[in-house]
C-alpha cells in the first residue's frame, strides 16, 4: 500500500514522496527512509526497492530531494549535499511521527550520492538502527579528478569562480546539463550516466530535468562522506558495491569499506553503477533487505 506525503523541513521547505506500508500492516514497523542520488527523482527506480522492503513487513519513506522533482525548494535544480543530509535528518524526525512507525527501528537507504548521505547521517543520528550505503560516493575531491580529465580541472576551476563573481553581483546561478553526449562541461560525465539518465528520465520520471546549478558539482567536488564511516559503528552498516562502477569508483568504495568498523557487511555486484537498479536489482534490494530485516526486526 503506498499513499502520497508531503512534510516540511526544519527550515519550512516542504518535501513529497510516499508511503509504504505493508498490506494489512498493523502496529509500529520497522521503517525506511530513503532518497535518491546526484539530481534523481523518486521514480527513476526507487519505488522498486520500497516495494521489496515493504513486501518484507517493513515501512518505508521516500522522497524528492528539496529543489528536485515534486518537491520545494529554491534554487530550482541546486544539490547541496550538507542540506540533503539535514533534510534526511528530517525526514526520520517526520517518520518518527508516523503511527505506523516503531521510533526505535528505523533505517536509513541510500544509493550514489545519497548512498554518501546515509554513511554520514548513520555516524550522526543515532536514532538510525540501520543503514545501507548503494554504490556510494566516497570522496568528492577524489571523484571529482577521476571523473574529469586533467587538462579540464583548471577550466572547471575557473567557472566556479566566475559563478561566484556572478552570483555576488546578483546573478542568477550559472546551469550545467547533468548529462551530455559530449560530457565537457557536464555534471555526470560518464557514457553509462547519460544513457541511464536519459532514457529512465524519458521513461519512468518525467519530472526529472536534466540541469542543476554549476554550484553542485562545486560542492560535490568539496564533499566528503567517507570520512564518516569509522564513526558508523555501533550501528550495523551494510555497502554494495558494483565493481564495475566508473561514476562514484569502485576502488575507492572498497578501500573506504575497510575503514568502517564492525558489525559490516560488504556485498558486491558484477555491473556498473546502474545496474544496481535494473540488472543486479534483484541481489541489491534482496541483500539490503536481508539487512534491514536482521538487524531492525530481528
Not at 554504490?135 to 571523484?143: A, D, F
Request: one cysteine or more; charged letters at 20%.
Amino acid at each position: 500500500m503506498r499513499k502520497d506525503i508531503d512534510f516540511k523541513t526544519e527550515d519550512g521547505v516542504t518535501l513529497r514522496g510516499w508511503h509504504y506500508l505493508p498490506d494489512q500492516a498493523k502496529g509500529a514497523l520497522p521503517t525506511i527512509v530513503m532518497s535518491h542520488g546526484f539530481s534523481a527523482v523518486k521514480e527513476m527506480y526507487l519505488d522498486k526497492f520500497a516495494e521489496v522492503f515493504a513486501a518484507c513487513g517493513m515501512g518505508v519513506l521516500v522522497y524528492d530531494n528539496r529543489n528536485l522533482g515534486a518537491s520545494d525548494g529554491q534554487p530550482r535544480q541546486e544539490i547541496d549535499p550538507w542540506q540533503q543530509v539535514r533534510d534526511y535528518r528530517d525526514a526520520i524526525t517526520f517518520a518518527e511521527t508516523l503511527p505506523a512507525t516503531d521510533a526505535q527501528r528505523i533505517g536509513v537507504w541510500g544509493s550514489s550520492y545519497s548512498g554518501a548521505h546515509v554513511m554520514v547521517v548513520g555516524a550522526l543520528d543515532r536514532r538510525v538502527k540501520c543503514v545501507v550505503a548503494q554504490v556510494p560516493l566516497i570522496s568528492g575531491h577524489r571523484n571529482f579528478r577521476r571523473l574529469v580529465r586533467a587538462d579540464h580541472i583548471a577550466p572547471s576551476q575557473a567557472m566556479f569562480a566566475a559563478d561566484r563573481r556572478q552570483r555576488m553581483a546578483g546573478g542568477a546561478p550559472a546551469m550545467i546539463p547533468v548529462v551530455a553526449e559530449d560530457p565537457h562541461p557536464c555534471a555526470l560525465p560518464t557514457p553509462d550516466s547519460f544513457t541511464w539518465m536519459t532514457h529512465t528520465g524519458n521513461t519512468r520520471a518525467k519530472s526529472w530535468r536534466n540541469e542543476v546549478t554549476l554550484r553542485s558539482v562545486e560542492m560535490f567536488a568539496e564533499y566528503e562522506p567517507g570520512v564518516y564511516l569509522p564513526y558508523i559503528s555501533p550501528t550495523p552498516l551494510m555497502m554494495v558495491v558494483a565493481l564495475g562502477d566508473h561514476l562514484t569508483v569502485s576502488d575507492e568504495a572498497l578501500a573506504a569499506y575497510e575503514t568502517a568498523l564492525q558489525p559490516k557487511k560488504l556485498v558486491t555486484l558484477k555491473g556498473g553503477h546502474f545496474e544496481a537498479y535494473i540488472e543486479d536489482f534483484e541481489k541489491s534490494s534482496t541483500a539490503a533487505c536481508d539487512w534491514f530485516c536482521e538487524h531492525l526486526k530481528g
